[in-house]
């Protein structure tokens, strides 16, 4: 099994910037993706960013130029800088990890006009 803890949201007007992070324990994996997700009210859960054991990247297009995912391999953590926010980033941001598709408990962004 593997633990994933974040943390990192909070309230932010539009425009302000916020950092997640996540950090994986437990029988973790060699090499792995991990990544964010987020879930606004009433939709699907979206891809956000992921990023594998080796640094490459896969964005949304709708956060190419605002979000930049990144990793620390020694400490198993993954972190979302998010600037430029906009009101339509609101959502539950959720960690993920592969392999195992394991998720984190997920973290309120609010992003207010």
């Known amino acids: 099994q593997v633990q994933l803890v974040s943390s990192g949201g909070g309230l932010v007007q539009a425009g302000g910037s916020l950092r997640l992070s996540c950090a994986a324990s437990?029988?973790?994996?060699?090499?792995?993706?991990m990544g964010w997700y987020r879930q606004a009210p009433g939709k699907q859960r979206r891809l956000v960013a992921t990023?594998?054991?080796?640094?490459?990247?896969d964005y949304a297009d709708s956060v190419k130029g605002r979000f930049t995912i990144s990793r620390d391999n020694a400490k198993s953590a993954v972190y979302l800088q998010m600037n430029s926010l906009k009101p339509e980033d609101t959502a539950v941001y959720y960690c993920y990890y592969y392999p195992g598709n394991y998720w984190g408990q997920g973290t309120q962004v609010t992003v207010s006009s």
């Open positions: 990023i594998t054991s080796d640094r490459s990247t």
């Open positions: 437990g029988r973790t994996f060699s090499p792995n993706t």
